[in-house]
């Protein structure tokens, strides 16, 4: 794996963002049921905007179990974390049903908001790159079928072209990025699409958001 520290506050060069300037807003569902508004933590809380790869990726399910394990340290610090995750709504709710994580998980299936915070699509090179990896992962966790599942369930829906577009045709990054109690970007982590995320403390330090 790449040295996932060689991508700390590197702001992508495709966002059309930057580091102090508000953060875009967005409004979406989340799988607990309310939904979810960035400006309703202004004045509030610190967030940190988890884009992940979502429930279909077996790497990012293990990656939500630590992010679970340090929320309590979040929460110490008023921070909230809030997951993007790149699948479909009701698929997501029923795949999570009564085990939803605790913190906010909210569904961008048209990866509106990735692109928004400048998270595009890297083709189907790496695309499928990405598939066969995270199967062999899910295989030697036992976790196959659990993830061919969850892929099936993601795919096979009313829009399944652009669903499979989605799954076989086209590659996305995570990210973390930082938001201030003010509304204000204060910095980014590029992270590659199966690499591991920093520990929750390494979070809160590096992104100086406490």
């Known amino acids: 794996m790449e040295n996932q520290l060689s991508h700390l506050n590197h702001l ?4 059309a963002i930057a580091q102090g300037m508000p953060a875009p807003q967005f409004s979406l569902p989340s799988i607990q049921g309310p939904t979810v508004a960035l400006k ?3 004045g509030k809380q610190n967030v940190l905007l988890w884009f992940s790869r979502g429930f279909t990726c077996p790497y990012c399910r293990d990656f939500m179990e630590n992010v679970i394990e340090g929320y309590n340290l979040l929460k110490q610090r008023n921070i909230e974390i809030i997951q993007v995750a790149p699948n479909l709504h009701h698929r997501a709710v029923q795949f999570f049903g009564d085990m939803a994580p605790p913190y906010p998980l909210v569904c961008d299936p048209d990866k509106r908001l990735f692109a928004t915070y400048g998270l595009g699509d890297d083709g189907i090179i790496k695309a499928q790159v990405n598939m066969v990896r995270s199967f062999s992962y899910a ?4 976790e196959f079928l659990k993830t061919a599942s969850a892929s099936a369930m993601d795919v096979f829906d009313r829009t399944f072209l652009r669903r499979l577009h989605h ?3 086209t590659a996305v990054n995570q990210a973390i990025v930082g938001i201030d ?10 992270i590659g699409a199966v690499e591991s995320l920093p520990a929750t403390s390494n979070m809160i330090k590096l992104l100086n958001i406490d």
Do not use: E, F, N, P
């Open 40 to 42: 309703s933590y202004m």
């Open 139 to 142: 295989a030697k966790k036992g």
């Open 12 to 15: 992508s060069q495709a966002a």
């Open 167 to 169: 799954h076989a045709l």
């Open 181 to 190: 109690i003010d509304g204000r970007i204060t910095s980014r982590i590029d």
